[in-house]
């Protein structure tokens, strides 16, 4: 079963920037560098997006940063919106220019990428981003794979344990028998003898 993805919320917005969210959110541990390439075409595709439902006309072949200059010259973005933009393309840029790119980085990007969403959802749905989940960094999958070989382990060494508890007990029971023995082993001849002699001295009164 897929773990949740922190973007679900824009699947009635816009199917397309959910999957390609989406699979960078999958991307982060594994390829972080796949997963910044991924972000960069997000921020790509949602800066044309709010364009075109701002009314901004678009000729088609503009790069990011055109389009970016249109919805600041329309002043549909707020600073921090065009600021959270303006990193995604540049760490992008790097990412592609260089071929490199960390899990920490991919994922500090990933975080720009949800808020951007977020202010995309509340500006073009009409709802308050109050009534949408707070960012939750994706579980690290080597990390739950690692935690789940431990639990496993753990399971299998219990009847390990309960055996040499089993095991112990068994040497203790053995122990306390064999004393016991060695104690019936002694008393068993004086029992005897005292059993004899009250035996004799009936018999000797009795004559």
């Known amino acids: 079963m897929s773990e949740p993805s922190n973007f679900t919320f824009l699947k009635e917005l816009d199917a397309q920037l959910f999957t390609c969210a989406a699979q960078a959110e999958r991307l982060v541990y594994y390829d972080g560098h796949a997963a910044m390439m991924k972000l960069r075409l997000f921020g790509e595709l949602l800066a044309k997006r709010i364009a075109v439902r701002a009314g901004i006309k678009l000729l088609g072949d503009e790069t990011a940063l055109q389009v970016l200059n249109k919805l600041k010259q329309a002043n549909v973005l707020s600073p921090k919106a065009e600021q959270f933009f303006h990193l995604l393309r540049k ?8 071929l490199s790119g960390q899990s920490e980085e991919a994922l500090n990007l990933l975080r720009l990428a949800h808020s951007l969403g977020l202010w995309f959802y509340t500006a073009f749905s009409g709802k308050s981003p109050e009534t949408l989940p707070k960012f939750a ?45 060695a104690i019936t082993a002694k008393q068993t001849p004086s029992i005897s003898l005292a059993f004899a002699q009250q035996h004799y001295n009936t018999a000797e009164k009795a004559l």
Request: proline share 6%; no cysteine.
């Open 91 to 98: 760490v992008g840029n790097k990412a592609a220019h260089t």
């Open 137 to 181: 960094v994706p579980a690290d999958p080597l990390q739950v794979e690692k935690e789940q070989r431990i639990a496993l382990q753990t399971e299998l060494d219990k009847p390990r344990e309960a055996l040499e508890l089993t095991k112990a007990e068994k040497e203790e029971f053995l122990a306390r028998l064999a004393a016991d023995e």
